[in-house]
């Protein structure tokens, strides 16, 4: 279809056209022709049209558009048509509109010549027939001096009048059956071709003797009056345009070789006259003939490929050669005027195509021709434009460029409006034809301008910006933000903007407000960076006024001609740096139950590694975050951001958007300062369901418009990632304590990981209790409660358990409603090392104080010399005051809790507080010591304790005084207990609680722990400073050594001797008569875990004088019955064996039994700690008188 659009053609135009009205136009057309000259020009022609005939297609009468046009597309399908009879082809150009002064044209070139009409007409009866009749005579006398034939096409008209059988005119019931159209036609076609074919003949074999008729334009008929006609110059004028012509017709009928004959004889005919204007006439048919040669698919770029019928005898490859155009005519071969009937011998003998190279020279010769006639401006306007065509094909663009800037510069006079309009379109379109796009985008957008030029009554605001978004392409600039993302800038900014601001103005006045929005919107956010710092506060005012009118969204807006205009989120305002999504609170973060489970680890690899990456690129933006945040609470992601706009910027709705789960997002407003720099901002959401949840991006509303702003679209985002799960909901705990709060928190713990820390200070051994009360202020009821404890930055070695609790009223409480409240007490124990240090024990020693060689004593106390007040401040080196130093104690008491549908899934919750304890010492074990006692089975423990406070203290033990100590004084206290069998107890709780364990340094050290312990319940050592009202337990369990123990140590042989059945052990003395025997049992019970013995045993009696003399020689006051020598044979673990004896005292007085083992006893391979037997003291007595 021709460039003219449709909007030009008006049907009722010709149907109402009067003989008055046809009066006027042909006024019209003789003072058109007195002007000589072609009014508008075919844009759209190209090189092989001059090989086409023309023909018009009308509408008579009134007929629909639309079915009108339906028939001309059909009509228009029959582009070329076989000849019938011959190997040629007619190519058939349609117009639909074509003015009448330009068909004045066709003697110059021919394609210009109408020489077809198709009318296409309705006709309901035949009563109206006379008059559609006469209509088409009407519209062929417009076009009557050319045309070969015409045709008519009725369509409606059915009776007597549609049977009748008439070439000139078709009969149709309606436009939907009419399937012989295209047959017809082609029928109308093939008429055109006998009459062209014997215009052709008729020309070539002209008789007429010298009188060749003088064909001329327009414009040169006024020129040629008075001329001399018998003139050489004349005669030469005469057949050089006959040739020209002829070869015209030549090229039209299918003879390619014929016409580049021609044509190459009247160049050489009309060159010699100086008849310049026929002369590029000649020139642009021979470079019309060439090019369909050489490019058979055409230069327009939609016509299909045209069959060309040259005669392939001669070697194709020397078309190609320099010096091809060259011409070898005979001059025998023509007659007196100058046409030969034969033209075979310059066929056999031409050398005729133009080179490639070679076509566009002589196009440019035409054109310089063609600039020589004012009145010509069309014909050279049009052979730019072929040539332009031509250029594109060979990929020439800087030449095409030339002919299209000898073309911006051809004055065609006084144009209309829509004419400028048309020639810049086509301007542009051919410069985008070679590539020249931003040369293209500027005619596209002087026409957009042209549209609302002010001598424009009506301005076309629409139509100007449909031409100004199709420039948008030349200036690299593009509707869809996302190209802007990507790299760096193209284009011209400047340009872009003005491109922009032009949009936004057409578009208010077309009465699109959405539209300003949607244009003013896109030139802030991508040209932001470009735009001063006044442009960008007068851009903003701007948006905001249009804005108030018609706020902005996300959605797309479609053009009515389809184009759609994608969404414009403003990622830039403010810019968005990094995107967090931030863990719950450390109380409210759910934990997995270990042994159970993810849903995900069933579809994990069972590969360690494995090359095929499971995964596409978006996953890195997605990849999943290794936390939760739980159905139902409050969770936050925070973005980085600043403000780039030199003013203070509001940003309102600012929420976030997410997929996966249902999520409500709270939203929220922030202003921030201008240029503020990064500046976090916390988006917080509820999730209201339970899976995975991926963070797509964030909302906002800025100067009324609102955006969706998505992650993937920010390649300069930095994310850990966006994609995390969400556990079912758990229940809340609110934590309370009776004991003061602290800012402290211990060194390995956060603070984020505490809901609180509390502090107390408390003395060395003594404790506290603390009341904790949980309160459930979730949703959910909290089934389940545990909790646990852990001593926490302290290098102190603690003794028992520093907290000690009791959940069972908590348990019977269970499960806790939303809104309820348990209490349960905590005991804070304190129980450190009670041993002194090494300064003080040398600072005692100082003072002269003796601390060992106690004489033998229970209780046995010292009293120290009170110490100087400068020694228990400070000392030479610093170590005086270490004695009182406090210390520290810190525990992290953790809840752990669960509930509701999140205790399905196997997650809990943790709540933690912290404990923290400045312990000062109350007092000091500076020695201990041990002295053996009367009986085997019992020791003296000797402890100098010393007190460290500024208090006096009493110190007690059980079956003891109590001892009273002033500030800074040292005194012994002396303690009878039994011995302690540590055989049994620490073996036993060593195998119940660690009996996985194979550690014998853990063994060991668990060993003199559960020792210490029992050594300490024994003693039950207790301080108190009554001043205070505060007092607690001492401990020795830190200060025993392995000495100490051994001598506390009940012995594992134990040896038990009965006198008379009675036994004899802590001074207990035996009476006996003189004479009387006396039974002697000696019992031994073996506790170790080996066998003893065999053993042998002597009893040697004595007596002691109290003065250091003991008498063994008894052998005549002590006889024994029997030997004195007892044997026991081998005693197993467990077992117990017995030896008994007597003997016979024959004397009053006091005497000893002393029990020693014999040298070669195999017992002296065991401690001799073991073989201690009580000492025997026996007082004889004469008989009463």
């Given at each position: 279809m021709p460039f003219c659009a449709r909007k030009r053609y008006c049907c009722s135009s010709v149907a109402k056209l009067s003989k008055r009205r046809k009066q006027e136009r042909f006024d019209s057309l003789l003072q058109r022709e007195a002007r000589g000259k072609m009014s508008v020009p075919d844009y759209m022609q190209c090189a092989e049209d001059h090989q086409s005939v023309l023909v018009v297609v009308q509408p008579v009468g009134t007929v629909p558009e639309d079915q009108f046009f339906r028939i001309y597309q059909r009509i228009a399908s029959v582009s070329q048509v076989s000849i019938r009879d011959s190997q040629r082809l007619l190519y058939i150009r349609y117009r639909h509109h074509y003015l009448p002064e330009n068909n004045e044209w066709g003697d110059f070139q021919t394609h210009r010549k109408v020489v077809g009409l198709v009318a296409v007409t309705t006709c309901a009866s035949a009563k109206d027939w006379p008059l559609t009749s006469e209509h088409f005579h009407g519209q062929k006398e417009i076009y009557g001096s050319t045309l070969y034939d015409s045709r008519l096409l009725v369509f409606g008209l059915q009776g007597e009048?549609?049977?009748?059988?008439?070439?000139?005119?078709?009969?149709?019931?309606?436009?939907?059956?009419?399937?012989?159209?295209?047959?017809?036609?082609?029928?109308?076609?093939?008429?055109?071709?006998?009459?062209?074919?014997?215009?052709?003949?008729?020309?070539?074999?002209?008789?007429?003797?010298?009188?060749?008729?003088?064909?001329?334009?327009?414009?040169?008929?006024?020129?040629?009056?008075?001329?001399?006609?018998?003139?050489?110059?004349?005669?030469?004028?005469?057949?050089?345009?006959?040739?020209?012509?002829?070869?015209?017709?030549?090229?039209?009928?299918?003879?390619?070789?014929?016409?580049?004959?021609?044509?190459?004889?009247?160049?050489?005919?009309?060159?010699?006259?100086?008849?310049?204007?026929?002369?590029?006439?000649?020139?642009?048919?021979?470079?019309?003939?060439?090019?369909?040669?050489?490019?058979?698919?055409?230069?327009?770029?939609?016509?299909?490929?045209?069959?060309?019928?040259?005669?392939?005898?001669?070697?194709?490859?020397?078309?190609?050669?320099?010096?091809?155009?060259?011409?070898?005519?005979?001059?025998?071969?023509?007659?007196?005027?100058?046409?030969?009937?034969?033209?075979?011998?310059?066929?056999?003998?031409?050398?005729?195509?133009?080179?490639?190279?070679?076509?566009?020279?002589?196009?440019?010769?035409?054109?310089?021709?063609?600039?020589?006639?004012?009145?010509?401006?069309?014909?050279?306007?049009?052979?730019?434009?072929?040539?332009?065509?031509?250029?594109?094909?060979?990929?020439?663009?800087?030449?095409?460029?030339?002919?299209?800037?000898?073309?911006?510069?051809?004055?065609?006079?006084?144009?209309?409006?829509?004419?400028?309009?048309?020639?810049?379109?086509?301007?542009?379109?051919?410069?985008?034809?070679?590539?020249?796009?931003?040369?293209?985008?500027?005619?596209?957008?002087?026409?957009?301008?042209?549209?609302?030029?002010?001598?424009?009554?009506?301005?076309?605001?629409?139509?100007?910006?449909?031409?100004?978004?199709?420039?948008?392409?030349?200036?690299?600039?593009?509707?869809?933000?996302?190209?802007?993302?990507?790299?760096?800038?193209?284009?011209?900014?400047?340009?872009?903007?003005?491109?922009?601001?032009?949009?936004?103005?057409?578009?208010?006045?077309?009465?699109?407000?959405?539209?300003?929005?949607?244009?003013?919107?896109?030139?802030?956010?991508?040209?932001?960076?470009?735009?001063?710092?006044?442009?960008?506060?007068?851009?903003?005012?701007?948006?905001?006024?249009?804005?108030?009118?018609?706020?902005?969204?996300?959605?797309?807006?479609?053009?009515?001609?389809?184009?759609?205009?994608?969404?414009?989120?403003?990622?830039?305002?403010?810019?968005?740096?990094?995107?967090?999504?931030?863990?719950?609170?450390?109380?409210?973060?759910?934990?997995?139950?270990?042994?159970?489970?993810?849903?995900?680890?069933?579809?994990?690899?069972?590969?360690?590694?494995?090359?095929?990456?499971?995964?596409?690129?978006?996953?890195?933006?997605?990849?999943?975050?290794?936390?939760?945040?739980?159905?139902?609470?409050?969770?936050?992601?925070?973005?980085?951001?600043?403000?780039?706009?030199?003013?203070?910027?509001?940003?309102?709705?600012?929420?976030?958007?997410?997929?996966?789960?249902?999520?409500?997002?709270?939203?929220?407003?922030?202003?921030?300062?201008?240029?503020?720099?990064?500046?976090?901002?916390?988006?917080?959401?509820?999730?209201?369901?339970?899976?995975?949840?991926?963070?797509?991006?964030?909302?906002?509303?800025?100067?009324?418009?609102?955006?969706?702003?998505?992650?993937?679209?920010?390649?300069?985002?930095?994310?850990?990632?966006?994609?995390?799960?969400?556990?079912?909901?758990?229940?809340?705990?609110q934590l309370s304590t009776s004991l003061p709060r602290t800012a402290h928190t211990p060194p390995p713990m956060s603070k984020e990981e505490l809901c609180s820390t509390v502090s107390v200070q408390l003395f060395n051994g003594e404790s506290q209790q603390m009341t904790i009360t949980l309160e459930n202020i979730g949703s959910e009821d909290i089934e389940s409660l545990e909790l646990s404890s852990k001593i926490v930055s302290t290098k102190e070695k603690v003794f028992g358990d520093f907290l000690r609790w009791s959940l069972e009223d908590a348990f019977s409480q269970m499960p806790l409603k939303p809104g309820q409240a348990v209490s349960l007490v905590v005991d804070i124990h304190v129980k450190l090392d009670f041993s002194g240090q090494e300064s003080l024990l040398q600072d005692l020693n100082d003072d002269g104080i003796s601390v060992t060689g106690l004489p033998i004593s229970s209780p046995l106390r010292q009293l120290l010399k009170p110490r100087t007040d400068c020694k228990s401040v400070s000392g030479e080196s610093g170590k005086g005051t270490e004695y009182s130093h406090v210390k520290t104690l810190e525990a992290v008491l953790n809840f752990k809790y669960s509930g509701g549908a999140g205790k399905v899934e196997g997650y809990y919750r943790e709540l933690s507080v912290g404990v923290h304890v400045d312990v000062e010492p109350s007092v000091f074990f500076t020695r201990v010591s041990t002295l053996p006692a009367t009986s085997t089975r019992q020791c003296h423990l000797l402890l100098d304790i010393f007190n460290p406070t500024e208090h006096e203290l009493t110190v007690s033990a059980k079956n003891n005084q109590d001892l009273v100590l002033h500030a800074s004084e040292c005194q012994r206290m002396a303690i009878q207990v039994d011995k302690f069998d540590f055989e049994s107890l620490p073996l036993h709780q060593l195998q119940h609680q660690h009996q996985h364990s194979s550690n014998p340094k853990q063994l060991e050290e668990e060993r003199q722990h559960a020792r210490g312990c029992q050594i300490n319940s024994e003693l039950g050592i207790c301080w108190n400073i009554p001043s205070l009202r505060r007092g607690g337990e001492a401990s020795v369990e830190g200060v025993l050594n392995q000495l100490v123990l051994e001598h506390l140590q009940l012995a594992p042989l134990q040896w038990d001797v009965l006198v008379n059945g009675s036994p004899c052990d802590c001074d207990v003395m035996a009476d006996c008569g003189v004479g009387d025997a006396v039974s002697l049992e000696i019992k031994l019970t073996n506790l170790s875990k080996n066998s003893v013995g065999p053993l042998a045993l002597t009893v040697v009696p004595y007596q002691d004088y109290q003065n250091g003399v003991q008498n063994y020689d008894l052998g005549e006051a002590v006889t024994f019955i029997g030997s004195n020598t007892f044997y026991i044979d081998t005693v197993k673990p467990g077992d117990k064996k017995v030896c008994t004896g007597a003997l016979l005292f024959l004397y009053a007085g006091h005497f000893y039994l002393n029990i020693k083992f014999q040298d070669d006893s195999a017992g002296r391979e065991l401690p001799l700690a073991w073989f201690t037997l009580p000492s025997v003291h026996i007082r004889t007595l004469l008989p009463a008188a």
């Open positions: 009048i549609a049977e009748q059988q008439r070439t000139d005119v078709a009969f149709y019931p309606g436009f939907e059956d009419c399937s012989d159209v295209e047959k017809r036609v082609e029928d109308f076609v093939q008429s055109i071709f006998i009459v062209l074919e014997s215009k052709r003949l008729d020309r070539a074999t002209d008789k007429s003797g010298d009188k060749i008729p003088l064909l001329c334009v327009p414009f040169e008929k006024k020129d040629f009056v008075g001329l001399d006609t018998d003139s050489r110059h004349y005669k030469k004028r005469c057949q050089g345009r006959t040739r020209k012509h002829v070869g015209d017709l030549c090229l039209q009928a299918g003879m390619l070789q014929d016409a580049l004959v021609h044509y190459h004889m009247a160049v050489e005919l009309l060159r010699a006259v100086n008849d310049f204007l026929w002369l590029g006439a000649a020139l642009e048919g021979l470079c019309s003939a060439s090019v369909i040669f050489h490019y058979p698919g055409g230069t327009a770029g939609k016509t299909p490929a045209h069959k060309t019928t040259v005669t392939q005898a001669a070697d194709a490859g020397k078309r190609h050669r320099p010096g091809a155009q060259e011409v070898l005519i005979d001059p025998g071969a023509l007659t007196a005027n100058g046409i030969s009937a034969d033209t075979s011998a310059e066929i056999g003998r031409a050398k005729n195509c133009l080179s490639p190279e070679d076509i566009i020279e002589k196009y440019k010769e035409a054109i310089s021709y063609y600039g020589k006639y004012k009145n010509a401006g069309v014909i050279e306007l049009e052979a730019c434009v072929k040539a332009v065509r031509v250029l594109a094909i060979q990929k020439r663009a800087r030449e095409a460029s030339e002919f299209l800037q000898n073309a911006v510069y051809i004055n065609l006079g006084q144009l209309s409006e829509e004419e400028k309009i048309q020639r810049y379109s086509i301007l542009s379109e051919l410069y985008q034809l070679i590539g020249f796009r931003r040369k293209s985008a500027f005619f596209k957008r002087v026409a957009a301008m042209q549209c609302v030029a002010p001598t424009i009554p009506e301005p076309g605001w629409r139509a100007c910006y449909k031409l100004l978004l199709e420039t948008l392409p030349g200036y690299s600039l593009s509707l869809d933000p996302k190209d802007f993302s990507k790299g760096t800038h193209r284009g011209w900014a400047a340009v872009q903007m003005r491109l922009l601001h032009e949009l936004v103005y057409a578009s208010r006045r077309m009465g699109n407000p959405g539209l300003s929005v949607r244009h003013l919107s896109f030139l802030l956010q991508t040209m932001l960076d470009f735009l001063s710092d006044q442009e960008k506060k007068e851009v903003t005012q701007s948006l905001e006024n249009y804005t108030s009118k018609c706020p902005g969204g996300m959605e797309v807006i479609t053009l009515p001609d389809g184009l759609k205009l994608p969404a414009v989120p403003f990622t830039k305002l403010p810019i968005v740096r990094s995107v967090k999504l931030l863990n719950l609170p450390a109380s409210l973060r759910p934990h997995k139950l270990k042994g159970l489970l993810s849903p995900n680890v069933s579809t994990a690899s069972p590969f360690i590694y494995s090359p095929i990456v499971m995964h596409n690129r978006g996953e890195e933006r997605c990849k999943k975050i290794d936390f939760q945040w739980v159905q139902g609470d409050v969770c936050e992601v925070q973005l980085m951001v600043y403000n780039p706009m030199p003013y203070e910027l509001r940003v309102e709705n600012v929420g976030l958007m997410t997929s996966g789960v249902e999520f409500e997002s709270l939203p929220a407003a922030l202003s921030l300062p201008a240029e503020s720099g990064l500046y976090p901002v916390t988006l917080v959401g509820v999730p209201r369901t339970a899976g995975n949840i991926t963070v797509n991006g964030y909302h906002t509303s800025v100067f009324g418009v609102t955006s969706d702003c998505l992650l993937e679209g920010l390649p300069g985002v930095k994310t850990d990632g966006c994609l995390l799960e969400v556990v079912p909901s758990l229940p809340r705990l």
